[in-house]
T-cell receptor, first 112, second 117 residues
Framework: KNQVEQSPQSLIILEGKNCTLQ??????????LRWYKQDTGRGPVSLTI?????NTKSNGRYTATLDADTKQSSLHITASQLSDSASYIC???????????FGRGTSLIVHP | DGGITQSPKYLFRKEGQNVTLSCEQN?????MYWYRQDPGQGLRLIYY???????QKGDIAEGYSVSREKKESFPLTVTSAQKNPTAFYLC????????????????FGPGTRLTVL
């Protein structure tokens, strides 16, 4: 069964600090992995998308890494801002299918 | 201005009523999806459609129905058979060639929050 596990479930950090969120998956065959940011009460917005041949991708202060061998990904947020407070969702798409598998998300709270 | 729109943003339903959630996209995407999101859970797939006049059940289709008469529109009806409909509903779409393109990704609408009174 395809699964995506995210950790931690929730995280509280101070403004200006860095943090790293983790994603482990068992989706096979692998097509791509995406990280989304979801603000409370809104739809998810894509941050990064990586295929198996990519091991890092950046989007401003967000940097995602992918290790296709160990089936792990991380999202690193640098110099956090209050606006980074949101849920971060890891999504993995299998090859040959329209249907991705979603993680439950990590809830990040950035305090001033 | 391209994107996905959902309406209404908030919806209240009395028990026993059917309600329909709207989803429209002008991205020229072939595939469209409906998800349900509950607190502390990942998104769960209700229905999806790859082309006009065709759709498939997802993991939690019971109590829901959809139609895909136009490429741009994929409305979801929450019927009285759905025993616990209070949730946040998200519509998404993805571009053509979803089975092939490695960079295929889903674009989400702003969501509709449904509450049963």
């Amino acid at each position: 069964k395809n699964q995506v596990e995210q950790s931690p479930q929730s995280l509280i950090i101070l403004e200006g600090k860095n943090c790293t969120l983790q994603c482990n998956y068992t989706v096979s065959p692998f097509s791509n992995l995406r990280w989304y940011k979801q603000d409370t009460g809104r739809g998810p917005v894509s941050l990064t998308i990586m295929t198996f041949s990519e091991n890092t991708k950046s989007n401003g202060r967000y940097t995602a890494t992918l290790d296709a061998d160990t089936k792990q990904s991380s999202l690193h947020i640098t110099a956090s801002q209050l606006s980074d407070s949101a849920s971060y969702i890891c999504v993995v798409s299998p090859g040959g299918s329209y249907i991705p598998t979603f993680g439950r998300g990590t809830s990040l709270i950035v305090h001033p | 201005d391209g994107g996905i729109t959902q309406s209404p943003k908030y919806l209240f339903r009395k028990e026993g009523q059917n309600v329909t959630l709207s989803c429209e996209q002008n991205l020229n995407h072939d595939a469209m999806y409906w998800y349900r999101q509950d607190p502390g859970q990942g998104l769960r797939l209700i229905y999806y459609s790859q082309i006009v006049n065709d759709f498939q059940k997802g993991d939690i289709a019971e109590g829901y129905s959809v139609s895909r008469e136009k490429k741009e529109s994929f409305p979801l009806t929450v019927t009285s058979a759905q025993k616990n409909p209070t949730a946040f509903y998200l519509c998404a779409s993805s571009p053509p060639g979803g089975l092939v393109l490695a960079y295929n990704e889903q674009f989400f609408g702003p969501g509709t929050r449904l509450t049963v009174l």
